[in-house]
């Protein structure tokens, strides 16, 4: 009986050591299914609340980090971006200053070409046009990789509106000259003799090496090289003094100039037109702007067809009329070296430079 006692006593002492510290129970609701038991022992309390404090502890972690993170990720993404943007301006801005550039050289280009206007009627030749500093003193520009980008901008900016304030003065004292001056400003030489498509300078106004003596010599025009018939236009408003060839017998050096017309505009000009094949008009006519006076020929001391293109104006001290650089009466065609043509032309004649015009072409 001893024995048979014991037996239950060891066995409840084994489940009582291996009892579960939970017991879960789910009962369903169909009653033929039973009630089902889940069991959980203490190891596996322990490796459950190791998972979930874990789990816990990364969503800790997360909650602190992810915010961070995101901002960064968002400031990345803003920094990229403001990078994207800035480079996108630094080359409008570049495209801008390239384009102020380009509207400097043409705002230079019309001062010069007003200039032309200007010893052409006579003006003020001591006058300079379009030339000054910064109306203002330049804002000081922040630091940047484009702060030299800007301050150049600055500059052309500057400068710009300085020439277009004395461009504006000047076009008021022009049309101001011209309403007043109305016949002056026609019997003004002003545009090319040949189209601008029809000739090549090949031979400036000024001291040059004579193609026929080598020697040093005054040229009183420009050479225009052109085919051979290309008409020949007056450049202003005139009457024709002379049209022919200068008898050897008269004169011996506007012999040389062939087939000749000269035009006299008004009381202050005389221009010329040498080395002519055909001539077109008569002596005492009177002719208009555009008017085709003759055509490129090969005439006189030449060799190959070109023109030779004389301006003369009447100059009250010496009483005689002095040879100018034409360039500076053909405004509708750019000279390569014009600021140089207009320092010349403001420096004082020669006067032992030149031949006079003798009197058969001023009748």
Known sequence: MSNASETPRNVRS????????FELQYHSGDIKRGVKYIFLAKKHVYWGGSILIFWLALLVVGGIVAPAAVSNAVAARRYQSRVELRTALGVRMQELVRGLSELEQRSEATRTEMTKIYVAYGFDHGRSIGQGGYPTAPEPVPESIYASSITLGNGLLARI????????????????????????????????????????LTSPFGNRRSPFTKEIDFHNGIDLAATAGTPIHAPADGVVTFAGRVPARTNISFWRYGNLVALRHGDRFVTLFAHCREVRVK????????????????TGWSTSPHLHYEVRRFDPVSKREIPRDPRIYILDHRWRDEEQILIRARSAPDLRAYEPLPRIILR
């Open 161 to 200: 509106d300085e020439q277009l304030k004395v461009l504006d003065v000047f076009m008021r004292e022009v049309q101001a000259f011209e309403h007043a001056h109305q016949e002056q400003v026609l019997s003004t030489p002003s545009i090319s003799p040949l189209r601008d498509t029809d000739f090549v």
């Open 14 to 21: 084994s489940r009582t050591r291996d009892h579960p510290l």
């Open 283 to 298: 002596a005492k006519q009177r002719v208009k702007q555009g008017d085709v006076l003759a055509t490129v020929g090969n």
